[in-house]
């Protein structure tokens, strides 16, 4: 997946979770977890449980990459940052692992690795995007309840959920303009 959709425009990644189809088999947290060697007791991506009466359905949580992100706001070396196609990433060389990005995420979605010496989490997998393929945990999701948008793309299925409001954030309320959108229902 080159940095340019069919059309020539620049990309714009958002992630569509469909919890109507989503089984909780947690493929794609084990799929996070070996190809971004995560240590163990952390997370990239994980599935909150459903609730054992049945009101709250599987639902995925990782870094949102909001374009409004805190964590980019508050890192005094511009560690995090936002790329132009809508991913929020860390550069390890300027990050000196202050840990100002972890307590600024409202999502909860960062850990601090302690054998690297500095905050970890979701990055889309961007170098299998650079590469030209899914997200692990798209790729391996069973009930294909994972889909990879571009909401630069006129034509893409997935960012046309996401246009139609039928994929939405969750906590809109807290500013931060998520770029992974939920599909809810029974």
């Known amino acids: 997946m080159s940095t340019a959709t069919k059309t020539g425009v620049r990309r714009q990644y958002a992630l569509v979770v469909d919890t109507k189809k989503c089984i909780g088999c947690e493929a794609c947290s084990v799929a996070c977890r070996v190809e971004n060697e995560v240590p163990e007791g ?14 709250k359905v599987p639902l995925k949580w990782s870094c949102m990459h909001c374009a409004d992100a805190p964590c980019v706001q508050v890192c005094p070396t511009k560690a995090t940052y936002r790329r132009s196609d809508g991913i929020v990433v860390i550069d390890a060389a300027k990050c000196v692992g202050c840990k100002y990005c972890i ?4 999502y909860g979605a960062r850990y601090f690795d302690e054998k690297a010496g500095l905050p970890d989490k979701c990055d889309l997998c961007v170098d299998r995007l650079d590469a030209g393929l899914e997200p692990a945990c798209v790729q391996t999701c069973v009930g294909r309840a994972l889909a990879l948008a571009d909401l630069a793309d006129p034509s893409d299925e997935a960012a046309a959920r996401i246009r139609s409001g039928e994929a939405r954030p969750l906590h809109p309320e807290l500013g931060t303009k998520p770029s992974v959108y939920y599909v809810v229902g029974k």
Do not use: K, Y
């Not at 952390?42 to 009101?55: K, M």
């Not at 307590?103 to 409202?106: I, K, L």
């Open 103 to 106: 307590v600024a995420c409202p």
């Open 42 to 55: 952390h997370w990239r991506s994980r599935i909150v449980p459903p609730t054992s009466d049945g009101s």
